[in-house]
């Protein structure tokens, strides 16, 4: 049943009543089928997110999927999306109407903060399930609202569930007057990897041919990370002279022309690649194609993540490499992905490094036996720490429109 409108929210529509906004880049046509929507309050959450719904069409195979982003958000900053990905409109009653209209979906899910409540109130009206998750209390009220009580409590209890970090967060919920069975404290979504899977016998070759030597992996490395990953590992073969580098580049271009230089830096190298051969006394793996790192990440207990000792790039995300049992070290610049890399930091699964000189006492450090297998362990810990959290939520959203079948 849809809930009675409040004179606090009918005054709100009419304070933002609009019309919807003129666009050159129309909506798509709608899915056949059900479809959820799924609001993704920031852009550092679009990768739990679009995880979250790999793992939900598991689950529900035939169910489409719409994400949406804030009214403001530039879209071309965000990483390609293999859903659709549309921002929403702005918080103008005409707006809210008419995309609801055009997408018609069967439940909806909202990430995080910045809820609209036109949006959220029609969606309720016309008894789309609604689900919280990482709750914040954040409402975009339209200009000239904000004086109207009850517009976040109301807006709030459209809910079917609400989803929070905190029990702070809970509490002042609850405060609202929303329904205390409606709150509850979950952790956030988490990224949980899942690597493909590769052929035993390439693995088994691979360690002989390493034969037992000390190998870390340097994976998405820039041009400008070179002399600093080279510097680091010929400082790491003092301690360990038979040492191997597998260095990953990150453009495929720069291979050719690096492996001429590592020649004439006297480093022994082969180029991967090109059906090199890794012999007893190989000292640097040239390697460029992204599917390999699957297999490096297997065979190396150590792997820098690069595009990260520099400014620019941003880091490559990390959880990949951790998932394979690979502890990770990184540069400072992992804007991308800071989130991840703050939380294996924390969790002591991954090293944060500034310098080449600081690589190479990294990789000395983490290639001890003891040091290596304790940051696999928390690092693996990380990776599957969201798991039950997605199953869950996924347990909600099946329940939610199987009601509606």
Same mark, same amino acid.
């Given at each position: 049943?849809?809930?009675?409108?409040?004179?606090?929210?009918?005054?709100?529509?009419?304070?933002?009543?609009?019309?919807?906004?003129?666009?050159?880049?129309?909506?798509?046509?709608?899915?056949?089928?059900?479809?959820?929507?799924?609001?993704?309050?920031?852009?550092?959450?679009?990768?739990?997110? &679009?995880?979250?719904?790999?793992?939900?069409?598991?689950?529900?195979?035939?169910?489409?999927?719409?994400?949406?982003?804030?009214?403001?958000?530039?879209?071309?900053?965000?990483?390609?999306?293999?859903?659709?990905?549309?921002? #929403?409109?702005?918080?103008?009653?005409?707006?809210?109407?008419?995309?609801?209209?055009?997408?018609?979906?069967?439940?909806?899910?909202?990430?995080?903060?910045? =809820?609209?409540?036109?949006?959220?109130?029609? /969606?309720?009206?016309?008894?789309?399930?609604?689900?919280?998750?990482?709750?914040?209390?954040?409402?975009?009220?339209?200009?000239?609202?904000?004086?109207?009580?009850?517009?976040?409590?109301?807006?709030?209890?459209?809910?079917?569930?609400?989803?929070?970090?905190?029990?702070?967060? &809970?509490?002042?919920?609850?405060?609202?007057?929303?329904?205390?069975?409606?709150?509850?404290?979950?952790?956030? +979504?988490?990224?949980?990897?899942?690597?493909?899977?590769?052929?035993?016998?390439? =693995?088994?070759?691979?360690?002989?041919?390493?034969?037992?030597?000390?190998?870390?992996?340097?994976?998405?490395?820039?041009?400008?990370?070179?002399?600093? &990953?080279?510097?680091?590992?010929?400082?790491?073969?003092?301690?360990?002279?038979? =040492?191997? +580098?597998?260095?990953?580049?990150?453009?495929?271009?720069?291979?050719?022309? #690096?492996?001429?230089?590592?020649?004439?830096?006297?480093?022994?190298?082969?180029?991967?690649?090109?059906?090199?051969?890794?012999?007893?006394?190989? %000292?640097?793996?040239?390697?460029?194609?992204?599917?390999? =790192?699957?297999?490096?990440?297997?065979?190396?207990?150590?792997?820098?993540?690069?595009?990260?000792?520099?400014?620019?790039?941003?880091?490559?995300?990390?959880?990949?490499?951790?998932?394979?049992?690979?502890?990770?070290?990184?540069?400072?610049?992992?804007?991308?992905? %800071?989130?991840?890399?703050?939380?294996?930091?924390? /969790?002591?699964?991954?090293?944060? &490094?500034?310098?080449?000189?600081?690589?190479?006492?990294?990789?000395?450090? #983490?290639?001890?036996?003891?040091?290596?297998?304790?940051?696999?362990?928390?690092?693996?810990?990380?990776?599957?720490?969201?798991?039950?959290?997605?199953?869950? +939520?996924?347990?909600?959203?099946?329940?939610? #429109?199987?009601?509606?079948?």
């Amino acid at each position: 049943m849809s809930k009675p409108r409040s004179l606090s929210l009918a005054a709100y529509r009419i304070l933002s009543w609009g019309v919807p906004n003129a666009t050159d880049d129309p909506y798509i046509p709608r899915p056949d089928g059900e479809v959820i929507w799924i609001h993704v309050g920031a852009q550092d959450r679009q990768r739990a997110a &679009v995880d979250f719904c790999q793992r939900l069409r598991q689950s529900r195979p035939t169910l489409s999927i719409i994400m949406s982003a804030p009214p403001e958000a530039d879209l071309s900053r965000w990483d390609a999306c293999p859903h659709p990905l549309v921002n #929403l409109p702005a918080e103008q009653t005409g707006a809210a109407r008419a995309f609801l209209d055009h997408w018609r979906p069967d439940i909806g899910l909202w990430i995080g903060g910045g =809820l609209m409540p036109n949006l959220i109130t029609r /969606a309720s009206e016309r008894d789309i399930p609604l689900i919280l998750i990482e709750a914040k209390v954040d409402i975009k009220v339209a200009r000239g609202g904000r004086w109207l009580p009850d517009i976040t409590r109301y807006t709030f209890d459209c809910f079917h569930t609400i989803l929070a970090t905190t029990p702070d967060v &809970v509490r002042h919920i609850r405060r609202l007057g929303v329904s205390s069975s409606k709150a509850e404290v979950s952790p956030p +979504l988490h990224v949980s990897p899942n690597p493909r899977p590769w052929p035993e016998d390439e =693995l088994i070759e691979m360690t002989h041919a390493f034969s037992g030597r000390p190998v870390w992996l340097a994976a998405w490395v820039q041009d400008k990370e070179f002399i600093s &990953v080279l510097s680091a590992h010929r400082q790491a073969m003092r301690m360990l002279p038979r =040492l191997a +580098l597998i260095l990953h580049v990150a453009d495929i271009s720069e291979a050719g022309p #690096l492996h001429r230089r590592l020649e004439s830096m006297d480093l022994r190298c082969i180029n991967w690649d090109d059906g090199g051969t890794i012999e007893d006394n190989t %000292q640097v793996i040239l390697s460029a194609e992204p599917e390999d =790192l699957g297999l490096w990440q297997r065979v190396s207990p150590v792997t820098f993540m690069a595009s990260s000792l520099e400014r620019g790039a941003g880091g490559q995300e990390p959880l990949i490499a951790t998932a394979l049992g690979s502890a990770v070290i990184h540069g400072p610049f992992v804007h991308r992905h %800071q989130q991840l890399y703050d939380q294996l930091d924390r /969790a002591n699964a991954a090293r944060t &490094v500034k310098s080449a000189t600081e690589l190479g006492d990294a990789v000395v450090s #983490l290639l001890a036996p003891d040091c290596a297998a304790d940051m696999a362990l928390a690092g693996w810990q990380i990776v599957t720490e969201g798991a039950p959290q997605a199953d869950h +939520l996924i347990d909600i959203v099946q329940d939610c #429109l199987d009601q509606r079948s």
